[in-house]
């Protein structure tokens, strides 16, 4: 073994230029595939947050059956004590009670239909950043307030401002006509064209006597630790609420399904672009090994009249493969391993990016973090590692072929 | 069912006649049918009170409502009962569509946008509400087929809209008696599957004709859900001040 693997290691610097090469392509690779990944994988765990982050929270609690269709209602009971306990339990960062409806909303002149949430004013910014993007005026006062926050967009088409009233009508619990009059105190800029548009927030007290809901709500929205404890968040909602057993616990990828469909869809075309790189570096591989071969048919032609078995002689030709490759991505993973940390503690931003995070109420978006994880980290090098030795048993198996008579003749 | 307005103008009418001359028979004939049975609903005017009953499997909710049209372009509906909701109202002229609650005080008027929405919570859209006339002028007629039941003749009309005609409908397919009662009324989306249907289950004489007393309109998917509406009393072809149709009189009622 030990001079089969001098052999190799002498092989190997016996042409420097184009072991360098070779060595050089996989380092790059390397280097992109290391320092990419986790920062795709970053750039996914911001848009996760930051969309989960405006509205819909980690996880909500709703009644089967109204996420596909929102009928007011298809209410849970009594949802304010369910809040109160989960929020007692400790065990979840932000827990916040939703009444939700649909609603006409009229200034007098103009009149355009709205979604319209009661909320509880003093929870509802642990799991919503809209009541910190209200840009004038303020946020709602209290759980029983007369008053509305509505999106910039529908202020402007309503042609309001702070103080304004705004008639509300639409259909009750009971299928009464539910209709207030409520004075705009606060208008949010979410940057969702959607929320800016077609939202607006009236306490839950406000919006049960409205809407005739009595005690019942549509929705607790919680949020937990990170987006990644999914599990053990919603293994903690099941245990807190194994007693009840009208309503249903979703997670986010059920909430926001278009969410999970956008990465998937990014992550495919992103492994593709991967694909490629890869197989780029394994042509490169590929026709060094096969050149190796062809100059040196005499010198294996030698080996075998001396009597080293094929066996042999592909073990050695196995051995460079793997020491040049290994040199590729010590390289690599060296350089690119120093990369992702130093965008880690620096973060990585374009410019721009800082104002819209301010702007949208999400610090932890001025600056993207690679995901540092070893599955991050490892897949690229691996991929590497794997399909060159694969590819390297091309131009082995031609040594099987060789006879030792003929392949001495060959110049 | 009171907005059953039909928007038969004096141009359209024409348009429609000079239609009848160069189209062939059967297609006169369906459109001749189709506007019969729309001037049936409602004559030149009518005040009528009805119930209106929104079932769902688990809930159910009845209303009764007094309401007032005059020509094909103009109606006031007010709500009566129950108490709660008791002076609602909705005013149509045209396409124009405006909703009064007494507990606000106010008069909305109905944009564009919300026309898809429900209306009062029903089965009805507020589109179907302004809008069910436009299927005179808005769609080609066919007869189907000529049937016959309880002694009566019964026109089978497919209506599919004209290709700039702003509805969301596939087609629609009507059954209608030789008295011009509607007896059912089907609505196809693009794809010409049955979506609605509206069904007659009572036809009696009131205020001097024949009408439709109890209607029935359900999705085809979910029949354990409909709207059903009854005809309490209701009077043809008198005098109705044209004040009525007015905000102020939607607001501050007088008639």
Do not use: C
């Amino acid at each position: 073994m030990g001079i089969v693997f001098h052999l190799a290691w002498r092989n190997l610097w016996r042409n420097r230029r184009r072991t360098w090469l070779t060595a050089g392509a996989i380092a790059f690779s390397t280097i992109l595939l290391v320092l990419w990944v986790p920062i795709q994988f970053g750039a996914y765990e911001i848009m996760i947050n930051a969309s989960l982050a405006v509205f819909p929270g980690h996880a909500q609690i709703q009644r089967p059956g109204y996420q596909e269709k929102p009928k007011i209602r298809n209410a849970i009971d009594n949802a304010e004590t369910l809040a109160k306990k989960l929020r007692a339990s400790n065990q979840f960062v932000g827990v916040a009670t939703r009444a939700q409806g649909f609603a006409l909303l009229s200034s007098g002149t103009r009149s355009y239909g709205a979604q319209v949430v009661g909320v509880e004013p003093v929870f509802e910014s642990g799991t919503s950043s809209i009541p910190g993007l209200v840009k004038k005026g303020r946020y709602l006062s209290g759980i029983d307030a007369q008053e509305m926050v509505i999106g910039a967009a529908l202020a402007r088409n309503l042609k309001i401002k702070i103080g304004d009233e705004v008639t509300l009508i639409g259909g009750g619990k009971d299928g009464s006509v539910a209709a207030a009059i409520l004075p705009v105190v606060g208008i949010f800029e979410s940057g969702s064209n959607e929320l800016d548009r077609f939202f607006s927030e009236i306490p839950l007290h406000t919006f049960q006597n409205i809407f005739s809901m009595g005690h019942s709500a549509h929705a607790i929205a919680i949020v937990g630790k990170t987006v990644e404890e999914q599990d053990s968040l919603l293994t903690a909602l099941r245990q807190e609420t194994k007693d009840r057993n009208d309503i249903v616990i979703l997670g986010w990828e059920q909430l926001v399904p278009g969410l999970k469909e956008g990465i998937q869809v990014d992550k495919v075309s992103g492994f593709i672009f991967y694909g490629i790189l890869i197989a780029v570096v394994v042509f490169s591989i590929l026709n060094t090994f096969l050149m190796s071969v062809l100059e040196r048919t005499r010198e294996f032609g030698l080996m075998l009249a001396l009597g080293s078995r094929p066996k042999r002689i592909a073990m050695l030709m196995m051995l460079e493969s793997t020491l040049l490759t290994l040199m590729g991505l010590i390289i690599g993973m060296t350089i690119g391993s120093a990369l992702v940390y130093w965008v880690h503690i620096v973060g990585f931003a374009y410019p721009g990016m800082e104002d819209l995070a301010q702007q949208y109420n999400m610090p932890g978006l001025s600056r993207l973090y690679p995901q540092l994880d070893l599955f991050n980290f490892l897949i690229g090098p691996g991929s590497i590692f794997i399909a060159t030795n694969i590819v390297a048993w091309i131009p082995v198996l031609r040594i099987r072929k060789l006879e030792p008579v003929e392949a001495m003749r060959t110049i | 069912m009171f907005p059953r307005i039909t928007r038969t103008t004096m141009l359209t009418a024409l348009t429609v006649f000079n239609l009848a001359s160069i189209a062939p028979a059967q297609a006169l004939d369906a459109a001749a049918i189709i506007k019969a049975a729309m001037d049936q609903w409602r004559g030149t005017s009518s005040h009528s009170t009805m119930s209106m009953t929104i079932h769902r499997p688990d809930w159910e909710r009845t209303m009764v409502m007094e309401g007032w049209t005059a020509g094909d372009k103009k109606s006031l509906v007010r709500v009566l009962e129950p108490k709660k909701d008791a002076g609602n109202g909705t005013l149509l002229i045209g396409d124009n569509m405006w909703t009064f609650s007494p507990k606000v005080n106010r008069v909305i008027k109905i944009p564009s946008s919300m026309m898809n929405q429900s209306w009062m919570g029903s089965d009805f859209s507020n589109k179907d509400i302004a809008r069910s006339a436009d299927i005179i002028d808005q769609y080609h007629h066919s007869l189907l087929e000529t049937q016959t039941a309880d002694g009566h003749k019964v026109y089978v009309i497919q209506s599919v809209p004209k290709e700039d005609a702003p509805v969301v409908w596939g087609k629609e397919v009507l059954r209608i008696r030789d008295d011009y009662v509607l007896l059912e009324h089907t609505f196809f989306d693009q794809d010409m599957k049955p979506v609605k249907r509206m069904k007659t289950s009572k036809v009696g004489m009131m205020g001097g004709r024949m009408v439709a007393l109890q209607e029935r309109m359900a999705k085809i998917e979910t029949k354990d859900e409909y709207t059903e509406f009854k005809m309490l009393s209701a009077k043809f072809d008198i005098s109705v001040p044209g004040s009525t149709f007015t905000l102020s009189n939607l607001r501050n009622p007088r008639f």
